[in-house]
Nanobody, 120 residues
Framework: QVQLVESGGGLVQPGGSLRLSCATSISIFSVRAMGWYRQAPGKERELVATITAAGTTNYADSVKDRFTISRDNAKNTVYLQMDRLNPDDTAIYYC??????????????WGQGTQVTVSS
């Protein structure tokens, strides 16, 4: 069973930084991409950042130049460095891996989520 375990969330003041980690039981080379999504109260889940096995990154416009996604292939771990945080970044952050195809069946994998709260 594939597992994605996030860590690193918490409470931080505006302008501060946090680093999220996602340890996975799946190799990044077996999925198209890994990354982070977030969901704020009353809002839909949205993409934050993704990284492919080739190292290509993609960011939401709202986090460009503030967040950095990276990975450690040997540890099957994905990171999200978040700098210059503001209250609009408050959300539950979910680690994502996928898609992976087995014949016609598509698989997407999600972590349980970690809370990030930006407040003074």
């Amino acid at each position: 069973q594939v597992q994605l375990v996030e860590s690193g969330g918490g409470l931080v003041q505006p302008g501060g930084s946090l680093r999220l980690s996602c340890a996975t039981s799946i190799s990044i080379f077996s999925v198209r991409a890994m990354g982070w999504y977030r969901q704020a109260p009353g809002k839909e889940r949205e993409l934050v950042a993704t990284i492919t096995a080739a190292g290509t990154t993609n960011y939401a416009d709202s986090v460009k130049d503030r967040f950095t996604i990276s990975r450690d292939n040997a540890k099957n771990t994905v990171y999200l460095q978040m700098d210059r945080l503001n209250p609009d970044d408050t959300a539950i952050y979910y680690c994502y891996a996928g898609p992976r195809w087995s014949g016609p069946t598509r698989y997407d994998y999600w972590g349980q989520g970690t809370q990030v709260t930006v407040s003074s």
